[in-house]
């Protein structure tokens, strides 16, 4: 059975760092790209960032390109989130999710979810 659980989040003010961790089991995580999504209140859930397999091609949202870093470590079956500079408008429920086939923004194409850490971002 696939499992996602993500880890990281928290309360910060404007201008802060967090780093979420979404530790991965169930399959061969090295294989599969990785996202991280994010649903704030009242929101559609919305793509941030992709990685893929091989951490060699990597994918932002615009309003995180400078701001938000994704990696991964394949040994440890572990996808980061690094945000800094941190704003009120990334306050949301963070996902983490394993693409099926290809690197991907789209929702649709990501089969196993984490069940989300919340991020607040206090003014």
């Known amino acids: 059975q696939v499992q996602l659980v993500e880890s990281g989040g928290g309360m910060v003010q404007a201008g802060g760092s967090l780093r979420l961790s979404c530790a991965a089991s169930?399959?061969?995580?090295?294989?599969?790209?990785m996202g991280w999504f994010r649903q704030g209140p009242g929101m559609e859930r919305e793509f941030v960032s992709a990685?893929?397999?091989?951490?060699?091609?990597?994918y932002y949202r615009d309003s995180v390109k400078g701001r938000f870093t994704i990696s991964r470590d394949n040994a440890k079956n572990t996808v980061y989130l690094q945000m800094n500079r941190l704003k009120p408008e990334d306050t949301a429920v963070y996902y983490c999710a394993s693409a099926e086939f290809d690197l991907s923004r789209f929702a649709d194409d990501y089969k196993y979810w984490g069940q989300g850490t919340q991020v607040t971002v206090s003014s």
């Open positions: 990685i893929s397999w091989s951490a060699g091609t990597t």
């Open positions: 169930g399959r061969t995580f090295s294989r599969y790209p």
